[in-house]
């Protein structure tokens, strides 16, 4: 036979996330947030720390991530603190990635937290526009209207 032998439960490393018809977003951005070891730890600590605390999303990702390490598992407990009514309709991963870095601990959203400079230049008059402002996602836009150049430096 060509069957490869199944791992089993007990040995593998990661575990998945059940998606609750058309989830993947969520599951995408809960695995990022999974593996992202530092933000894990935050929010286990925040709850650990806070038993009594009324924020639902950590409760609710500390219950997930402790799942995660020994079983797949689903997401259903963090559909109604993040106002997903209906399972069947795909949503945008970036805003529901901001969406839980909003309602989580400031420790744990701080450390996908950061500051962007952005500069905006006139293609007729050369003019530029400076401003700073805060990001947990960053927009990488590869083309330079004007010059018809690519570019992602920082």
């Known amino acids: 036979s060509n069957r490869q032998p199944s791992r089993s439960k007990s040995t593998a490393k990661y575990h998945g996330l059940i998606n609750l018809g058309q989830t993947c977003y969520l599951n995408s951005v809960l695995q990022v947030l999974f593996m992202t070891k530092e933000f894990r730890d935050a ?3 925040f709850v650990e720390k ?3 605390t009324n ?4 409760r609710h990702l500390k219950h997930l991530f402790t799942e995660l390490q ?8 963090l559909l109604k603190p993040l106002s997903i009514h209906n399972v069947y309709e795909q949503q945008d991963a970036a805003e529901y990635f901001e969406k839980i870095l909003r309602s989580t601990s400031p420790k744990a959203a701080e450390i996908f937290h950061g500051q ?4 905006t230049t006139c293609c007729v008059c050369g003019t530029q526009n400076d401003r700073d402002g805060p990001f947990w996602h960053l927009p990488l836009e590869l083309l330079d209207s004007c010059s018809g150049n690519y570019s992602v430096d920082g």
């Open 43 to 45: 929010v286990i600590r």
């Open 50 to 52: 806070n038993p009594d």
């Open 55 to 58: 924020s639902n999303i950590d």
């Open 70 to 77: 020994k079983r797949k598992t689903k997401t259903r407990r």
């Open 116 to 119: 962007m400079a952005h500069r």
